[in-house]
């Protein structure tokens, strides 16, 4: 089992850059793929991006492609969601999840789950 505590989230301005933070506890971190998602107000909760066990492969979603980067330090048992150029849409609260086995994009097959950071971003 894994706890997830995300952190860096805030107000900012469109064009601007955030930096989130997932901590995971154990020891067994570099064994879950892990995600960001997200979810706006009123919306359903979206796929952002997920990385594998050792950081090498990574994946996206389109509308984030080319200004989020997913990254992970297993060594600090902490994932990470470099977030540049932001857009007002991209105003939601973000979640890490974590998974032993799955790498896809649907929210219910990823077992665990932080209690999410606010990212605001004003126009």
């Known amino acids: 089992q894994v706890q997830l505590v995300e952190s860096g989230g805030g107000l900012v301005q469109a064009g601007d850059s955030l930096r989130l933070s997932c901590a995971a506890s154990g020891r067994t971190f570099s064994t879950y793929i892990m995600a960001w998602f997200r979810q706006a107000p009123g919306k359903e909760r979206e796929f952002v991006a997920s990385?594998?066990?050792?950081?090498?492969?990574?994946y996206y979603a389109d509308s984030v492609k080319g200004r989020f980067t997913i990254s992970r330090d297993n060594a600090k048992n902490t994932v990470y969601l470099q977030m540049n150029t932001l857009k007002p849409e991209d105003t939601a609260v973000y979640y890490c999840a974590a998974d032993r086995d799955y790498t896809g994009t649907l929210s219910g097959a990823y077992d665990y789950w932080g209690q999410g950071t606010q990212v605001t971003v004003s126009s």
């Open positions: 990385i594998s066990r050792v950081g090498s492969i990574s």
